[in-house]
């Protein structure tokens, strides 16, 4: 989207429509059982746009971004398409599993602050990442799943040896705050392992109100266009947002292949351990 | 020159046929002279006139594979253990005296050869023709690839340039680069193009009709508009006035038809006859290129054109584009492994594999120096025989000491105020960029010589005078060693059977009485020798008249 006032000011505009046929759910809560894998449907449709502002230039990029968001979310759930594994539906009651009967739409909006100086966004070697985003969830049909969520995320990059070793830190929580007598459905709720976070772990194995996560990376160039990786995860998800801390975490860990043209990773191979087996994911884009 | 002939197997000969050929090899190498009246040739013989050549692209990928996964072109010999030395295959298009002669296809004898002034050297390949700022330049073309823009332009005198532009993090690096590197490669005895530094607003252009640009956002070229001109200023680095900076470079005369490649020849051009990987000129170039951290020379960066001089029509083999040398990668800053690795090695990688990245070569750990203007340079790790370009380069592999020795002896020709007055031409804004530039390549100059001098003996500039041989120990001259002693033994030679007949008793610098009492057109050999027995030089001296020509320079070490 358009530049204005010379890269100062900034808008985007994004409009999607998802429609996933099989997406795992667990369970709520960090005690969920890996037995309890089940299936849903998801399908979304959201139109969102961000106006920001970057007020000054340091170096060759702008740094701090403020900004504003807006836009609407339609939700629908249905059925998954594997057979043989269970509806989440006939595993799970609207009770443990908020908004499983009944879809909502939402109004949503809120505000953001970000400071970006990695050096490479695509394959930073130096440099941090500080986000925090605070969006509001105006629930509009059921008047049943309002809430606010607060996203803080910090990503630092510590290199040595003149960059061809990195140390790659990051942290992430999300704490959701919901207005009196509502919840938080399910499907937006904060969901921890994938290819990013607790990579040991099957996608989508938690759901929770709030999530917490750490990731620690060692990185090392074994030649021009390959980048390894030995990395560690640790996270959890919790239904209070007084139980977001350090303790008790989920853990994982594992090894990884960054292959980068121009150091802009392109493809990631990474293979994680946990107590509850192994996981190969391969992404066709930089882990963050 | 040696030619080397070859029977097909599907038309063999007739054994007296053979025998008729056999005979007449013979009888022809028994009279071959060693040395030729015109010898020590200065000049090749005028090329061939040659047309009709087709335009070949090289493709920029499989150069690298075909050079990292093979090794195309004749090699050195490796020397296998428990057999013996390796058979070495010396350079060629090489005179008597080991100096590439005068060839306008590939090169011309300039500074080592004889003296340059600081304005010629600063003149470089031309310093009088950069584009007309009388009125605008139209925009022809555009550059469709690559990370920042460039754009073929025509002055108001209609003289093609192409403008080349500084990435936004690192203003002047590579024009500086471009323009210095033309020159320093100029004065070294290439052809390359003219290049110019330019600062010009946006109103300096117009645009040209049926311009075409590619738009990454698409992923399909479009017509250039004005707006992809003002839009320059969000990609490429401008001045402190707000204008931009670009180095224009003069389009070359002639058809273009591709790159030449480090090995082989030029299978449809009959000049073209010494394999690129043994030829001198291109060997040495590995010790110009490390001396001036031009580690992106390869195939790509060379451009052959058919050319008219003096009436004869010939391939003219250019180097170009010098964008990415001493700190500056053209688009971003060098990073370490530039000039200090190959982007695949296998044994590093795998060592870098095994250990988890624990083991780490030696261009990791160095410490290296960051400017803006320069990009990443460094010096006091500079190591001339660990440098490496991009990925390998036959020429560069097959190089030896004679080759190397060559070489250094122009990198040291450069003196400290040459430098100086090169770097100058960066027109670097700030001055510290251009001393720590000037610095960094007096340091590496110091290195190379220092290297390659010392791998043979190097005595060189021989002459006679007054009935003396003279020559210089070039490692004397340069300061890097002090005075040292040689031993000098005398003898006959026979031109045709290629006997030395040893000169009892001669040991010094002065003629033996046999040379100077000696018929005209008689041969005799010096063979000097240091501390190092197996380090010499033989020169061959030839009496004309009264007085002795040196006629040739064997150098073992």
Not at chain 2, 162 to 167: G, I, R, S, T
Request: proline share 6%.
């Amino acid at each position: 989207m358009p530049k204005l006032a010379g890269g100062k000011l900034f808008v985007d505009l994004l409009a999607q429509h998802r429609n996933l046929p099989r997406l795992e759910y667990f369970g709520p809560g960090p005690s969920s059982r890996k037995e309890d894998r089940s299936q849903f449907r998801l399908e979304d449709t959201s139109a969102d746009f961000t106006v920001g502002y970057r007020p000054f230039k340091y170096k060759f990029s702008r740094p701090l971004s403020l900004g504003v968001t807006g836009g609407f979310l339609k939700v629908n759930t249905g059925p998954g398409n594997l057979s043989g594994l269970p509806q989440t539906a006939d595993l799970f009651s609207p009770q443990e599993t908020p908004g499983l009967d009944d879809q909502t739409d939402y109004l949503r909006g809120g505000f953001f602050v970000q400071y970006d100086y990695r050096d490479n966004p695509l394959g930073p070697r130096s440099g941090g990442n500080y986000v925090a985003k605070f969006t509001y969830y105006n629930d509009r049909d059921l008047n049943m799943h309002d809430f606010r969520s607060l996203h803080l995320e910090a990503q630092q990059y510590f290199p040595f040896l003149n960059k061809r070793r990195v140390i790659a830190l990051r942290t992430m929580a999300i704490v959701s705050f919901e207005n009196p007598n509502q919840t938080v459905p399910f499907y937006i709720q904060p969901v921890l392992s994938g290819s990013d976070d607790l990579r040991g772990f099957r996608a989508y194995r938690f759901y929770d109100n709030n999530l917490i996560v750490a990731t620690a990376e060692y990185r090392w160039e074994a030649f021009t266009g390959l980048d390894m990786a030995l990395f560690f995860d640790a996270g959890k998800v919790v239904p209070r947002r007084s139980q977001v801390n350090y303790h008790d975490l989920e853990a994982s860990v594992g090894m990884g292949f960054r292959f980068n043209v121009q150091n802009s990773v392109f493809l990631r191979i990474d293979v994680g351990f946990s107590h509850e087996g192994a996981q190969i994911w391969l992404k066709f884009e930089n882990v963050c | 020159m040696m030619m080397m002939n070859t029977v097909s197997e599907s038309r063999r000969s007739p054994l007296p046929a053979k025998v008729i050929i056999l005979a007449l090899q013979l009888t022809l190498l028994l009279s071959a002279e060693k040395f030729y009246a015109d010898d020590p040739l200065e000049e090749m013989p005028a090329p061939l006139s040659v047309r009709e050549l087709k335009t070949r692209k090289l493709n920029d990928v499989y150069d690298l594979f075909e050079n990292t996964l093979g090794e195309p072109g004749e090699r050195q010999t490796k020397k296998e253990k428990g057999r013996g030395a390796a058979t070495l295959i010396p350079s060629q298009a090489v005179n008597t005296l080991g100096e590439v002669p005068n060839d306008p296809a590939w090169f011309t004898n300039r500074i080592g050869s004889r003296p340059m002034s600081i304005e010629e050297l600063v003149r470089g390949p031309g310093a009088d023709r950069p584009p007309s700022t009388e009125g605008t330049w139209t925009v022809v073309g555009a550059k469709t690839s690559g990370v920042t823009p460039g754009f073929r332009i025509r002055d108001s005198t209609g003289q093609l340039y192409l403008l080349k532009f500084d990435p936004l993090t690192n203003p002047e690096m590579s024009t500086a680069s471009d323009v210095i590197g033309a020159k320093f490669f100029h004065a070294l005895g290439y052809s390359v193009p003219e290049n110019y530094i330019v600062n010009f607003t946006p109103d300096q252009l117009t645009m040209g009709e049926m311009v075409v640009v590619f738009d990454p956002e698409s992923g399909r070229d479009r017509p250039m508009t004005r707006r992809d001109l003002i839009l320059l200023r969000e990609k490429v680095a401008r001045d402190e006035r707000g204008r931009f900076r670009a180095v224009a470079s003069r389009f070359l005369k002639g058809k273009c038809l591709g790159e030449f490649r480090y090995y082989g020849t030029r299978l449809d051009d009959f000049n073209d006859i010494v394999a690129h990987e043994h030829r001198r000129d291109l060997r040495g170039l590995f010790v110009f290129s490390a001396w001036l951290n031009h580690n992106d020379s390869r195939a790509i960066k060379n451009m052959d054109l058919l050319v008219e001089e003096n009436g004869i029509s010939f391939v003219k083999h250019y180097l170009i584009d010098f964008g990415a040398m001493f700190g500056s990668a053209s688009v971003i800053s060098n990073t370490a492994r530039d000039g200090n690795a190959y982007l695949w090695e296998l044994k590093p990688a795998l060592a870098q594999i095994a250990t988890l990245g624990i083991w780490s070569p030696r261009w990791m750990r160095d410490r290296y120096i960051k400017h803006p203007a320069l990009g990443m340079i460094e010096y006091p790790s500079f190591e001339p025989e660990q440098w490496k370009p991009n990925y390998p380069n036959p020429a560069f592999q097959n190089r030896l000491p004679t080759d190397e020795f060559w070489a250094a002896k122009r990198v040291m020709a450069f003196s400290n105020e040459a430098i100086s007055a090169i770097v100058k031409e960066a027109k670097f804004s700030d001055k510290y960029a251009e001393d720590l530039l000037t610095d960094y390549l007096i340091k590496r100059r110091d290195k190379i010589g220092e290297a390659y001098f010392a791998k043979l003996l190097p005595r060189d500039e021989f002459k006679v005078s007054e009935g003396r041989l003279e020559f210089e120990d070039l490692q004397v001259k340069y300061g890097l060693v002090d005075d040292r002693d040689y031993q000098v033994e005398w003898s006959s030679f026979d031109n045709r059977s290629k006997q030395h007949t040893a000169i009892a008793g001669e040991t010094s610098l002065r003629l033996p009485d046999a040379a100077l009492q000696a018929a005209e057109s008689s041969f005799f050999a010096a063979k000097i020798q240091g501390e190092d027995e197996n380090k010499t030089v033989v020169v061959y001296l030839r009496k004309d008249g009264s007085a002795f020509k040196v006629t040739g320079i064997e150098r073992s070490w």
